[in-house]
């Protein structure tokens, strides 16, 4: 059984979806369409990267993922000096643990990939003479290569390889002598805040070494990780790592429309800081300790 996963930012207010997955259908009958999500901020391809690499490892392989945030081509009749080359953007296929992602090469690829680097990567120029397809290219370009990679039609009859692709900007954890300084990258459903810093970030630093995390009210600081949200009392702050090993920081039963997440309750919004303070043998917090 095929299956195609849609991630854009379309919404689901408007008949854009249906439309997607009966142009689909009309092709496959027989294919398993998974959304992901179609609620991206639009044209924020790094938060579609954070969406897809969160999720992908939890389809099988030969899964294809039609990524259509910010998905209209930049081509050549566009650029009118030598400096925006770098703007130019095709219909890229991205293969990568064996799973195929269908995109535009606005950043996504290298936001995307990491550290980690392409098993193959694609480029469909032949949108160039398809002015057609330029409006709405996920269903007027990125279904039809979704079909042809079922098909197994060899990617050189209709792309040329590259090596090369673009990333957004993203923010990185800073990693100093003691200190983890993170960011919020986003917030869930139930306002839960979720940061770029991982569970390896923290196993630099040891087996058992006190920490604190702070954030805007350090009044609210956590010293340990749970292993479930229900470790805490309810409605109690709570640190976990999350599914994608990242930290993520919670009130345990608390949700948005209900007594409120830990986005408002503490006042968090994206890009926010979170630092992570450690605490190692000899340090003055543990000194302290003895007094």
């Keep these: 059984m095929q299956i195609i996963t ?68 930049y081509l050549p009749y566009k650029v009118t000096d030598p400096s925006q080359e770098s703007l130019l953007a095709y219909p890229s296929i991205l293969k990568f643990d064996n799973q195929y992602f269908i995109c535009n090469d606005n950043g996504f ?17 032949a949108i160039e003479k398809q002015p057609e397809a330029w409006n709405f290219m996920m269903k007027n370009c990125f279904i039809d290569l979704a079909q042809k990679i079922i098909q197994k039609i060899p990617f050189t009859e209709y792309t040329v390889p590259v090596k090369s692709y673009k990333k957004a900007f993203t923010t990185h954890p800073i990693v100093e002598h003691n200190l983890i300084q993170g960011n919020v990258i986003h917030i869930d459903n139930f306002g839960n805040i979720i940061t770029n810093i991982f569970k390896s970030d923290f196993e630099r630093f040891g087996k058992d070494v006190p920490f604190v995390i702070s954030y805007q009210k350090r009044n609210y600081d956590i010293d340990r990780i749970s292993l479930a949200y229900n470790d805490v009392s309810m409605s109690e702050r709570v640190a976990i790592f999350n599914d994608s090993g990242r930290l993520e920081i919670a009130i345990n039963r608390g949700a948005n ?27 003055v917090r543990n000194l302290d300790a003895f007094l």
Excluded at 18 to 33: D, M, N, T
Excluded at 109 to 125: H, M
């Design 6 to 73: 849609l991630t854009s930012d379309i919404g689901l207010k408007d008949f854009y979806v249906a439309s997607l997955k009966g142009k689909l259908l009309q092709f496959r009958p027989e294919v398993h369409i998974v959304d992901v999500t179609h609620q991206i901020k639009p044209f924020e391809v790094a938060e579609a990267a954070f969406q897809l690499r969160s999720c992908y490892q939890s389809f099988p392989k030969g899964t294809i993922h039609i990524m259509g945030v910010d998905s209209e081509p």
């Design 109 to 125: 690829i290298g936001t995307f990939l990491g550290e980690d680097v392409p098993q193959e990567l694609y480029r469909y120029v």
């Design 257 to 283: 429309g209900g007594n409120g997440g830990a986005d408002r309750l503490f006042g968090m919004r994206l890009g926010e800081a979170v630092r992570v303070t450690f605490y190692p043998k000899g340090s």
